[in-house]
């Protein structure tokens, strides 16, 4: 069935459309609220909200881009507003550098997603939440300042200081490996 | 490592990967789906709030209207003119009494004691003596009650009447009233001061007097510690002020 046609059929109120597009879309929405949450259950309580919020708000959805991108706003959207409710300091001391992922402790240098997504998740809230918004979303830093309530120039800094901490858990992976 | 290459791997890796969650997670949101959706309340509190406001505006408007409808409600002023009881004051010149008048109402004399306990009644017209006389029978009436007509003014104020302008009796008129001074209620300022909670000032006496030198001698920085005083009986008396009072400083050191 088309997207577009379940999508109708959510706005209706059918309750087997919801699941059909909930099936499709879950894993991808589920990857992105992995990437802003600390652990599974917060990214599964960010998925939850999200897709109630897509079904209880669908009228809001005003066809201009497509389906995907906006449950993926809401989902993104969600998760910067759990840490906002959930008081959460952006500005975190970074994680310890033994807090590596357990897959690269072999000699395998080839870096697998769940490898980059535990880098991501190890980086403090701010810088995780900015690394996010910037290189994955494509969101301008005005526009992250203007999501996160923060200045231009924090954002700049934050990613800065995300990509650093970045590079410095790849060379210790590479050097391990080598 | 550049930025770019950086953000290259990480965007083609974690960009379009799905992670499938728990299976009980869409039964939760159908739960959630399924109950009754209760109406927010936030969602109509700014309205509470306008209601409350727009409530509170009209309150001050309302308090403003009736404030501004006593202060200008019309005043009937009555102002009585009465001839001067006195022989001394027939011998007066009543044209000169005529004169004077106006110059009270004007404020710029004061009127003579006498005249300012009773009621004072200018006329402006002429034209209706017979509905002032009651006001004027209460009142002590001389032997020759003579109504003298001034024309009212507001101090400092004169508006020339032009001489074909007709005024309309029935037109509501204004009056004045000349309120007599409120009476003191305590006529002597002796009384007044006597009345008032003063502290006593203890007699001094050639004892004492002699004393309170030698304690200011004796702590001239400090003279107001110790005081000699006379009792009312007589007696010496002898006032120890702050002298128990302790000092941290001391007790620090």
Same mark, same amino acid.
């Given at each position: 069935m088309n997207l577009d046609t379940i999508w109708n059929a959510c706005l209706a109120g059918n309750r087997?459309?919801?699941?059909?597009?909930y099936q499709t879309l879950s894993g991808r929405m589920f990857s992105v609220c992995m990437r802003y949450a600390q652990t599974e259950s917060?990214?599964?309580?960010?998925?939850?909200? /999200?897709?109630?919020?897509?079904?209880?708000? /669908?009228?809001?959805?005003?066809?201009? /881009?497509?389906?995907e991108g906006w449950i993926r706003k809401i989902m993104v959207n969600t998760a910067i507003e759990l840490h906002?409710?959930?008081?959460?300091?952006?500005?975190?001391?970074?994680?310890?550098?033994?807090?590596?992922?357990?897959?690269?402790? /072999?000699?395998?240098?080839?870096?697998?997603?769940?490898?980059?997504l535990a880098m991501v998740t190890a980086l403090p809230l701010g810088y995780r939440t900015v690394f996010n918004l910037y290189v994955i979303e494509g969101y301008s830093h005005k526009e992250i300042a203007k999501m996160l309530s923060i200045s231009e120039g924090n954002?700049?800094?934050?990613?800065?200081?995300?990509?650093?901490?970045?590079?410095?858990?790849?060379m210790k992976i590479e050097n391990i490996g080598l | 490592m550049k930025d770019k290459e950086l953000d290259k791997l990480f965007k083609g890796q974690l960009e379009q990967h799905s992670i499938?969650?728990?299976?009980?997670?869409?039964?939760?949101?159908?739960? !959630?789906?399924? !109950?009754?959706?209760?109406?927010?309340?936030?969602?109509?509190?700014? %309205?509470?709030?306008?209601?409350?406001?727009?409530?509170?505006?009209?309150?001050?408007?309302?308090?403003?209207?009736?404030?501004?409808?006593?202060?200008?409600? @019309? %005043?009937?002023?009555i102002a009585q003119k009465r001839a001067p009881e006195a022989p001394t004051n027939t011998s007066q010149d009543p044209s000169e009494s005529a004169q004077q008048m106006p110059l009270v109402a004007h404020g710029y004399l004061e009127p003579p004691e006498q005249e300012v306990t009773k009621i004072q009644i200018s006329k402006q017209h002429v034209s209706?003596?017979?509905q002032r006389r009651p006001i004027s029978k209460h009142l002590?009436?001389?032997? @020759?009650?003579?109504? @003298?007509?001034? @024309?009212?003014?507001p101090a400092g104020v004169s508006l020339p009447l032009a001489s074909g302008v007709d005024i309309d009796d029935k037109a509501p008129k204004e009056y004045a009233i000349t309120v007599p001074p409120v009476a003191p209620l305590i006529d002597s300022p002796e009384t007044e001061e006597s009345m008032l909670a003063s502290a006593r000032k203890p007699a001094e006496g050639i004892v004492p007097g002699i004393l309170n030198k030698i304690s200011d001698a004796l702590n001239p920085s400090d003279?107001?510690?110790?005081?000699?005083?006379?009792?009312?009986?007589?007696?010496?008396?002898?006032?120890?002020?702050?002298?128990?009072?302790?000092?941290?400083?001391?007790?620090?050191?």
């Amino acid at each position: 069935m088309n997207l577009d046609t379940i999508w109708n059929a959510c706005l209706a109120g059918n309750r087997k459309a919801q699941f059909q597009l909930y099936q499709t879309l879950s894993g991808r929405m589920f990857s992105v609220c992995m990437r802003y949450a600390q652990t599974e259950s917060e990214a599964e309580e960010i998925l939850q909200t /999200g897709f109630i919020k897509v079904f209880t708000k /669908g009228q809001l959805f005003d066809k201009r /881009g497509s389906l995907e991108g906006w449950i993926r706003k809401i989902m993104v959207n969600t998760a910067i507003e759990l840490h906002r409710n959930r008081d959460r300091r952006s500005f975190e001391p970074l994680a310890q550098d033994d807090a590596m992922p357990d897959s690269c402790s /072999g000699s395998d240098v080839h870096l697998h997603y769940k490898d980059l997504l535990a880098m991501v998740t190890a980086l403090p809230l701010g810088y995780r939440t900015v690394f996010n918004l910037y290189v994955i979303e494509g969101y301008s830093h005005k526009e992250i300042a203007k999501m996160l309530s923060i200045s231009e120039g924090n954002s700049k800094s934050q990613l800065s200081r995300a990509r650093q901490s970045l590079k410095e858990q790849l060379m210790k992976i590479e050097n391990i490996g080598l | 490592m550049k930025d770019k290459e950086l953000d290259k791997l990480f965007k083609g890796q974690l960009e379009q990967h799905s992670i499938f969650p728990k299976k009980d997670i869409w039964h939760k949101i159908e739960s !959630q789906l399924d !109950q009754p959706r209760v109406a927010p309340a936030r969602r109509f509190s700014w %309205i509470r709030y306008a209601a409350i406001a727009i409530g509170c505006l009209g309150l001050i408007v309302l308090a403003y209207n009736m404030m501004q409808s006593t202060s200008v409600r @019309e %005043i009937p002023t009555i102002a009585q003119k009465r001839a001067p009881e006195a022989p001394t004051n027939t011998s007066q010149d009543p044209s000169e009494s005529a004169q004077q008048m106006p110059l009270v109402a004007h404020g710029y004399l004061e009127p003579p004691e006498q005249e300012v306990t009773k009621i004072q009644i200018s006329k402006q017209h002429v034209s209706r003596p017979k509905q002032r006389r009651p006001i004027s029978k209460h009142l002590p009436q001389p032997k @020759e009650p003579r109504l @003298e007509l001034v @024309e009212l003014k507001p101090a400092g104020v004169s508006l020339p009447l032009a001489s074909g302008v007709d005024i309309d009796d029935k037109a509501p008129k204004e009056y004045a009233i000349t309120v007599p001074p409120v009476a003191p209620l305590i006529d002597s300022p002796e009384t007044e001061e006597s009345m008032l909670a003063s502290a006593r000032k203890p007699a001094e006496g050639i004892v004492p007097g002699i004393l309170n030198k030698i304690s200011d001698a004796l702590n001239p920085s400090d003279h107001t510690t110790i005081q000699f005083s006379k009792d009312e009986e007589g007696f010496l008396r002898l006032d120890i002020v702050n002298g128990l009072v302790k000092n941290r400083h001391k007790k620090r050191r």
